[in-house]
């Protein structure tokens, strides 16, 4: 890979996970998610095996579906509660639409089986980073709603 192209994914790395970080409103918190998932798709499909393109397309399948539930999420709190801050979750539904796509996001049970795929079929330096950088965003999306979300689920 041109070492122009890995340092413009790197930075657009930091740049979606301190976005997502710092955000107090939905839509850039996903803005960022969506950096996120677009930087690292390159990275896990750089060795052009289709171990690895098919890597990147689970990869890539699973984050916009669990993004489009974020989405989701987002707006139907906001349909209720006329809120577009992260902290004012308040709806029952939208909260657990939420916990659903997090726990999408970060590869957690019952959401789990395209985690060991995609680490697979990637790179030992892309698998390190799936598995310990990508999970900060969706983790402090998941702190800064924790108190209405539902302790059983």
Request: charge should be neutral.
């Given at each position: 890979m041109n070492p122009q192209a890995k340092l413009i994914f790197t930075i657009s790395l930091a740049l979606g996970t301190t976005l997502t970080i710092s955000s107090n409103h939905w839509i850039m918190a996903w803005t960022g998610l969506e950096i996120n998932t677009l930087a690292i798709l390159p990275l896990i499909a750089k060795s052009h095996h289709p171990r690895a393109i098919e890597?990147?397309?689970?990869?890539?399948?699973?984050?916009?579906?669990?993004?489009?539930?974020?989405?989701?999420?987002?707006?139907?709190?906001?349909?209720?509660?006329?809120?577009?801050?992260?902290?004012?979750?308040?709806?029952?539904?939208?909260?657990?639409?939420l916990t659903s796509a997090i726990a999408m996001k970060l590869g957690l049970v019952p959401f789990h089986f395209w985690f060991p795929e995609v680490l697979q079929g990637s790179s030992l330096l892309t698998g390190l980073l799936l598995s310990t950088a990508m999970k900060f965003p969706p983790l402090t999306l998941l702190f800064l709603t924790s108190h209405p979300l539902d302790p059983t689920l």
């Open positions: 890597a990147a397309t689970k990869y890539f399948l699973v984050q916009a579906a669990a993004s489009a539930l974020v989405l989701f999420s987002s707006m139907t709190n906001a349909w209720h509660t006329g809120q577009w801050d992260i902290t004012q979750l308040t709806h029952p539904t939208s909260s657990v639409i």
